[in-house]
């Protein structure tokens, strides 16, 4: 009965008469085990104080909020989901966070740059928690992926899913993985949801041109495709920030946000941020983040942010849709603050991102660069850094 109770997800064990914390979903099944009377409450009460801390640990974004039910559709209805979002919105961190809230029936994976049968195979056992030793090849592996996931249902969230394509400019066989997705578990009842970037289109349109696949079976197949916001909103920042800088002073944080909305707006560029703050500060003996320590970290980064600016083609110069029209500008959130002064805010809320003392003079020596002495923007970080 242990043995069921771990390799069948869809299985609550509970004694008669007790209720469960969670909700029951289509195809789960309630059983009683008298001789061990106590497993089924301890089991449920572990689950609760497991989605109790994933909860606590994640701030709840625009994204998540468009990202997650569709989530919750495709584990409902038992079909595929396509979820498009551009890089560095947070699509990411939201997938990790409902797959441990829903660790019971979900697992989430991500895939390779270099993804083939063998590469796949070992991504989904480690997800799975099957064997995966180097001794065993794809062809012993995928029978028992199969075999778990018939059995178990359980759905797979994979990010990086445009990877399943074939990535040479010229492919000459029909993609196996996209095969192997609707056979073995869209037309048995798993769950998937597919995370990709607008790269999905353009690759699958490349696997059609030069081979003789069709992609009809698989449009029939993904039963809801979503596109997720453009860019995350400012709410979006502050939340994620009182979520993973609880060690970082305000007066910084507003800092990192103004940083992280530069250039359309990127959670992974703010994160980046923060973690060379934290550097700099450990590296004076400090646990705690100031604005001084942001504004080096930033200065530290403009060389850099400034050069992959320029070798960088932007997301939206022609190619962030299929169609190749480009997707339409948005209004840049500091570019109303750029036309103040440094000390007006730049985040609207209870805090200010004025500086004074010895953040000030490092703001204005961000700001100076070539043109030193000029100081009318609120946020240097929206542009490259001269000098």
Request: charged share 25%.
């Amino acid at each position: 009965m242990i043995v069921e109770v771990c390799v069948r997800p869809r299985l609550q064990v509970l004694p008669s008469g007790w209720k469960l914390s969670r909700r029951l979903r289509r195809g789960d099944e309630v059983c009683d085990i008298p001789y061990l009377r106590h497993l089924g409450w301890t089991l449920d009460v572990y689950w609760s104080r497991y989605v109790q801390r994933a909860r606590e640990g994640f701030a709840q974004t625009s994204i998540a909020a468009v990202l997650q039910p569709a989530l919750d559709y495709a584990l409902e209805t038992h079909r595929m989901v396509l979820i498009e979002g551009n890089s560095g919105v947070g699509k990411t961190e939201s997938s990790k966070a409902w797959c441990d809230q829903n660790r019971h029936v979900a697992r989430y994976l991500t895939l390779s740059g270099i993804s083939n049968r063998t590469t796949l195979c070992r991504s989904l056992a480690h997800a799975l928690g099957l064997p995966k030793s180097m001794a065993l090849s794809a062809t012993k592996i995928l029978p028992r992926i199969e075999d778990f996931l018939r059995e178990s249902r359980l759905m797979l969230v994979i990010d990086e899913a445009h990877y399943l394509w074939p990535q040479t400019n010229r492919p000459d066989r029909s993609p196996e993985l996209i095969n192997w997705l609707m056979t073995a578990c869209s037309n048995r009842g798993v769950p998937v949801a597919l995370i990709t970037t607008a790269d999905w289109d353009r690759l699958k349109g490349n696997t059609e041109k030069h081979t003789r696949w069709n992609s009809e079976q698989l449009g029939r197949r993904i039963n809801r495709r979503l596109k997720l916001p453009d860019h995350p909103t400012e709410e979006d920042f502050s939340a994620v920030l009182r979520s993973v800088a609880k060690d970082v002073a305000p007066t910084a944080q507003d800092l990192l946000a103004a940083y992280g909305m530069g250039r359309g707006g990127s959670l992974t560029r703010m994160i980046d941020a923060l973690e060379d703050a934290r550097r700099v500060a450990a590296a004076a003996g400090r646990r705690s983040v100031t604005g001084k320590d942001v504004l080096a970290a930033v200065d530290a980064r403009s060389l850099s942010d400034g050069a992959l600016e320029r070798s960088t083609p932007s997301r939206r110069a022609g190619h962030g849709r299929a169609d190749g029209s480009a997707i339409p500008e948005t209004p840049d959130p500091g570019g109303e603050a750029r036309q103040r002064t440094v000390h007006a805010p730049v985040l609207q809320g209870g805090r200010s991102t004025a500086v004074s003392g010895p953040d000030q003079e490092n703001s204005i020596s961000l700001l100076s660069g070539r043109n030193r002495g000029s100081v009318r923007r609120t946020s240097p970080f929206a542009e490259p850094v001269a000098g």
